[in-house]
């Protein structure tokens, strides 16, 4: 029995890591990122040891050119891909986009499925098969490494899938990735699926294959773990498993399965899983995005033990109910840690061994943020740091800011607040009523931001234990035309956190807004 990762080893062959947390994890519902911060996570990426960083569509908006064009003007190790429909001016605004890339890659894709191909794309299968030709010696013109996508390709015809796949690897395909875009699919049957066309199509050894899986059933990670078995070398997933719907195959789940199961999964990935922690809340911080409880690998409750049993099991021996360790992922145990006597060399190292590495400007916007909360707060836990943190840097290129908030609430009403915002460096300050506090502070947001989105959700919840605990808040909006957004904020005052939570929610509804007209006017 295996119960920690495996050394890497030179006879293991090597999955490659696709990570699309930039172009298909922001395409969920919700997760918008700004410029800066799809920088910051490009970079985090880079380092951790992804092997390919889908940066975006670079059709889809002017915005979305321009960040893939500067993350493969950035990128050092990892290749770039941007993404590309089978029209050539999708294909060479992709070219474009990558072109700075010390690697760059073009990805297009076509679907190939009867229900696609009639109902979207309006087409006869021989008009989809050239296009497959097509667009891919398009995009070879272009750049050396392109990736062919057969979308839908699990509810594809069998015979269909083999010619297109031969075509685009004819026209000189170098990845054949074969996606379960509709999270349709079950394990045995990808695996037959990946068996059959690397068994039938006659070229099928001259391209890597590569698993793209959705998790509208919940399988994406236990499919693409079945495609490796048949052949499959390349996984595309994104970090916390965001992504349209149901989302994408889970990174951390696919590298710590490959880790830590290497008795019946002998590969490796390049990925340094110590980094797996931090990645999960860096993503989450930017997308605003909460992470489920008890997700696998991240989830705040994956390495808790509450029940006797598991306690005392776990006393006794950790392997009897852990069969990876937390430090392996990047989690740090629950300590005590510092208070508000710590100065700010402690801090960094605090911060080094929380997996943070910060520049100068962030780590004192950070130091002054920690000093105000140990001034509030007896103990300060590592997760107390981690949101402070982590909202710092969700919040940085945020236009608008709380900078002040009264509120009168308690029996005898009306409820005020009282608040003054940094909006673009001017700071304006209202007084709004309403029907309790949290009301009154989102009506005088309101006032001063207005704008059309409706709260589908208000989330609290306490960062640690204690009275005197930070809260966390989550606010998402959703607005006429069923955009939604995600607001985060924390404060150990409730009705602050609630208040940063719901301006970063509107400033996210405002870029995402922004986004989708340049979207409208580009396709
Ligand atoms: O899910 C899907 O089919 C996709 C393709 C564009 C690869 O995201
Ligand atoms: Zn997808």
Request: charged share 25%; hydrophobic share 40%.
């Amino acid at each position: 029995m295996t119960t920690s990762p495996e050394p890497k080893s030179e006879n293991k062959e090597r999955v490659l890591i696709f990570d699309t947390t930039l172009r298909d994890g922001e395409q969920c519902p919700g997760a918008t990122m700004t410029f800066e911060e799809k920088m910051e996570v490009a970079d985090f990426l880079d380092e951790m040891g992804v092997d390919i960083i889908e940066a975006g569509f670079p059709i889809a908006s002017e915005g979305d050119f321009e960040a893939v064009s500067a993350i493969a003007g950035r990128v050092k190790n990892a290749t770039v891909a941007g993404l590309a429909r089978a029209g050539d001016k999708d294909i060479d605004r992709a070219g474009e986009a990558v072109g700075k890339a010390v690697k760059p890659r073009i990805h297009t894709f076509i679907s190939t499925s009867p229900v696609h191909m009639k109902f979207k794309l309006k087409k006869e299968p021989d008009e989809v098969l050239d296009l497959v030709t097509r667009s891919v010696t398009r995009a070879r013109n272009l750049v050396n490494d392109v990736e062919w996508s057969a979308e839908d390709a699990t509810r594809t015809e069998h015979d269909f899938l083999c010619r297109c796949v031969e075509a685009a690897i004819n026209a000189g395909a170098t990845t054949i990735n074969i996606p379960d875009t509709v999270g349709y699919t079950v394990p045995e049957e990808y695996f037959a699926l990946i068996a059959m066309l690397r068994e039938r199509v006659p070229n099928a050894d001259k391209a890597i294959f590569s698993a793209h899986c959705h998790d509208d059933l919940g399988m994406a990670v236990a499919n693409s773990l079945a495609g490796i078995r048949a052949g499959i070398r390349q996984v595309e997933c994104t970090v916390n498993g965001i992504g349209e719907r149901a989302g994408n195959a889970a990174l951390e789940e696919i590298v710590m399965a490959i880790a830590t199961r290497g008795d019946v999964l002998p590969y490796e990935t390049g990925v340094n899983a110590k980094m797996l922690s931090r990645a999960s809340r860096l993503v989450s911080a930017v997308t605003n995005f909460p992470v489920q409880y008890n997700k696998a690998i991240v989830g705040r409750n994956a390495f808790a033990h509450e029940s006797g049993i598991h306690q005392d099991g776990m006393l006794k021996h950790t392997q009897t109910y852990e069969i990876m360790t937390p430090e392996s992922v990047g989690v740090s145990k629950t300590s005590l840690v510092m208070g508000k006597h710590s100065g700010r060399a402690a801090f960094r190292t605090k911060l080094k061994d929380l997996g943070y590495d910060l520049g100068e400007n962030q780590l004192e916007d950070a130091f002054t943020r920690f000093k105000a909360l140990a001034d509030r707060k007896k103990h300060v836990y590592d997760e107390d740091i981690e949101a402070l943190v982590d909202q710092g840097i969700a919040h940085m290129h945020d236009r608008t800011k709380v900078v002040a908030l009264t509120v009168i609430a308690g029996t005898m009403g009306p409820q005020t607040a009282t608040l003054t915002l940094d909006m673009d460096g001017d700071h304006k300050t209202v007084q709004a009523a309403g029907n309790g506090p949290v009301d009154a502070t989102f009506n005088a947001i309101k006032e001063l931001m207005p704008h059309n989105g409706t709260l589908a959700l208000y989330q609290v919840h306490a960062v640690t234990q204690g009275t005197d605990a930070q809260a966390e808040v989550s606010v998402r909006l959703e607005d006429e035309a069923g955009r939604t957004v995600t607001g985060r904020g924390a404060d150990t005052d409730t009705l602050v956190a609630s208040a940063r939570a719901y301006v970063a929610a509107v400033n996210k509804l405002m870029v995402k807004r922004e986004k989708t007209t340049q979207a409208q006017a580009a396709i």
